[in-house]
């Protein structure tokens, strides 16, 4: 019998990079257990996370040249109003991501408080 294989990728499918990467044990630990708990793969963990993290610097840097163009800036007191809002929702609890949801935040001044929260 002869098994004949395609290397080419069929029409519609993602092409994938191969890279090796280097995680703290720990984290490579907990990596493992979160994609076996969700039924995936670390690699797919790692996609999703890293998707994610380009997705909320693109917006914050949206949100930077707005402000640039608009020459519009946040104050304190409307950072804090919207973290109000943001805690009230549940969004984000001691600084701890819940749903895969991240509370990021641009700065206003002071380095210790950063100011507007993304989704």
Request: aromatic fraction near 4%; proline fraction near 3%; hydrophobic fraction near 45%.
């Amino acid at each position: 019998m002869v098994i004949l294989r395609c290397y080419h990728q069929p029409m519609g499918f993602t092409k994938y990079a191969k890279r090796s990467i280097s995680l703290p044990v720990e984290l490579d630990a907990e990596l493992e257990q979160q994609a076996e708990a969700e039924g995936t793969t670390v690699s797919a963990l790692l996609a999703t996370a890293a998707e994610r993290s380009l997705r909320i610097r693109r917006g914050l840097a949206a949100v930077e040249d707005w402000k640039r163009e608009t020459g519009i800036t946040f104050t304190p007191e409307q950072v804090t109003e919207v973290d109000a809002l943001l805690d009230a929702a549940g969004v984000v609890k001691a600084g701890v991501v819940q749903a895969g949801v991240v509370k990021a935040r641009a700065d206003v001044g002071d380095a210790n408080r950063p100011s507007i929260s993304i989704k």
